[in-house]
């Protein structure tokens, strides 16, 4: 849903930047699903920005990573399992739309399960949970 709901709100508001939060030990930055998030924002459009990150002043890394023209920012910290949280925003207005996965990795069983079960009769990749949620009306996660 995170996916779905980031690229509709990347229609109506011009800038956003991604923050992708998980455990002290998770060893990639970013993760693969600010990866994906990042890439389906780049299908819409690019993020209008306000100053390029070249031109920060200081150290250009703190401003994140850019993946598919979209900043993002990744943290590592006790307490965390997996987050990602896309922030978007206009003059005036933000958005927020965030992912938190809990104590645990359990709510990502769910749609493991309903990618094992759409696997029958499917050719190719597919990229993203939504996009199975979408093929079929039938899908739930439980």
Do not use: C
């Amino acid at each position: 849903m995170l996916l779905r709901f980031a690229t509709e709100a990347a229609r109506h508001l011009e800038a956003w930047e991604v923050i992708d939060y998980a455990s002290a030990g998770k060893p990639d930055a970013p993760s693969g699903t600010s990866r994906e998030l990042a890439e389906r924002l780049a299908s819409v459009r690019a993020p209008a920005s306000g100053l390029p990150v070249e031109q920060t002043l200081g150290s250009p890394e703190a401003r994140g990573a850019t993946v598919a023209g979209t900043q993002v920012h990744s943290l590592r910290l006790p307490s965390f399992t997996v987050s990602t949280e896309t922030i978007f925003a206009a003059d005036g207005e933000r958005l927020s739309i965030r992912h938190d996965a809990g104590e645990s990795a359990a709510p990502y069983v769910a749609g493991t399960l309903l990618a094992i079960r759409a696997l029958p009769g499917r050719v190719g990749v597919t990229r993203g949970l939504d996009q199975l949620l979408s093929d079929s009306s039938q899908a739930t996660l439980t």
